[in-house]
């Protein structure tokens, strides 16, 4: 009888190997030919009127079509930058020659989907600017973007807003708007933007004037959203604005450990077939980690907390959210004078967290209170138990 041929071990990997290498050659010749398009589109935007071209965007875009590297994600733009080499005579103010406008424009034009990351520094941004992002975060290749950073680009309130609306489809995980002035009203339609969102991790919004008639706008947003990190350092929340940005985080938590809490059922005749109405469930926990809110005038000393209880509901708002928040692990404080009076709720919260169980985090504060309750709130805020352990080593074992 004849012998039949074993087939070789690994041939059905070879196809799918040269399928493999087929489909990555061909996605790799499509990056390039949109990296192209997307630097001729790029440089015929730059000639407009008005205009200016990155030299390093260019140049990082010729490297990697020459070499053919992956298509860039990360794109800086910096005014500084800009300021010198125009030769201006005050480097330190945001030149107005329109810098993002072009690179939106190209984006849209050529339907480039590998951008990750945006971030503009020190550069001044009008209105037509801010459109032309805004209309790529509302194309179908602009939900992808994952951070965005504008710091100190003197945007105007219709422009926060603008952007605010574009950003509802866009998968952001990271937004950073330090050094801009935010207003109350473009305040709650950024809080809105961001709501639809759901996929913002980090929010900074440091020196942006953030008054005390945000704090409960803030704190509606922070309680029903999964964002992790927010910095608000530099502004004016006061103590009326800290405890109302609180509050309703202290609220969310509270009744998630309620719900918890088993209750007993009551029993009644009911027909059979008769359908149980559930309550509707609750929302989640406040998801977040850290909170900074050093220099933004929490100030138990100042007139507007003189003969009001401001500054007493304020500190214990915070004692509140120390003692039940288990995902909160940072909490910044610094350059704001709580006197003794805070400082000991502050370390009251602190030791009730430590009775109840929840892990240890690290808690911020002026030093210009009471040594004794400073080293206090120091002890408390150790995690001396988080200290690494030396591995033991295996003995060997005896032939």
């Known amino acids: 009888m004849p012998v039949k041929k074993k087939k070789a071990k690994g041939g059905g990997k070879k196809k799918g190997g040269k399928k493999k290498a087929a489909k990555a050659a061909a996605e790799k010749e499509e990056e390039l030919i ?8 790029y440089q015929r935007n730059c000639i407009l009127p008005g205009r200016i071209c990155s030299p390093e965007l ?30 201006s005579p005050d480097p330190t103010t945001p030149p107005t020659r329109k810098m993002l406008q072009p690179l939106a424009d190209s984006w849209v034009e050529t339907k480039y989907s590998f951008v990750r990351c945006l971030y503009v520094w020190n550069l001044a941004l009008d209105d037509d600017a801010i459109v032309s992002l805004a209309l790529y975060f509302e194309s179908a290749v602009g939900i992808t973007m994952k951070a965005l950073e504008i710091r100190e680009a003197g945007l105007s309130p219709w422009a926060i807003s603008r952007l605010a609306r574009s950003l509802r489809r866009v998968q952001l995980s990271s937004l950073n708007l330090d050094y801009n002035s935010i207003p109350q009203a473009s305040l709650v339609q950024l809080c809105d933007g961001l709501r639809f969102s759901r996929t913002i991790q980090t929010l900074s919004l440091n020196f942006c004037e953030i008054n005390s008639h945000c704090g409960e706008i803030l704190g509606s947003y922070i309680a029903t959203s999964g964002v992790r990190e927010v910095s608000l350092i530099g502004n004016t929340l006061t103590c ?53 809110l050093q220099d933004n005038s929490i100030d138990v000393h100042s007139p507007c907390s003189k003969g009001s209880f401001n500054s007493v509901l304020c500190t214990r708002e915070i004692k509140k959210l120390l003692m039940s928040s288990a995902c909160l692990e ?24 430590k009775e109840g169980g929840l892990p240890t985090m690290r808690v911020g504060v002026t030093s210009c209170v009471s040594p004794d309750l400073f080293a206090a709130i120091v002890e408390l805020t150790s995690s001396k138990a988080a200290k690494k352990k030396g591995k033991k080593k295996r003995k060997k074992k005896k032939k």
């Open 58 to 87: 260019v140049k990082l875009l010729k490297e990697g079509i020459v070499g053919e590297k992956p298509a860039p994600v990360k794109f800086a733009l910096d005014g500084s930058t800009v300021a010198q080499s125009s030769g």
């Open 34 to 41: 949109k990296c192209r398009a997307f630097l001729k589109a």
């Open 240 to 292: 009326y604005g800290c405890s109302e940005l609180i509050k309703p985080l202290v609220v969310v938590i509270c009744e998630a450990i309620e719900s918890l809490i088993p209750t007993p059922t009551e029993h009644s005749d009911k027909a059979e077939g008769e359908t149980k109405i559930e309550p509707a469930p609750l929302p989640p926990p406040p998801a977040l980690t850290k909170l900074f």
């Open 330 to 353: 940072e909490l910044r404080l610094e350059g704001n004078s709580i006197g003794d009076g805070g400082a000991r709720e502050v370390m009251e919260g602190l030791t009730l967290r």
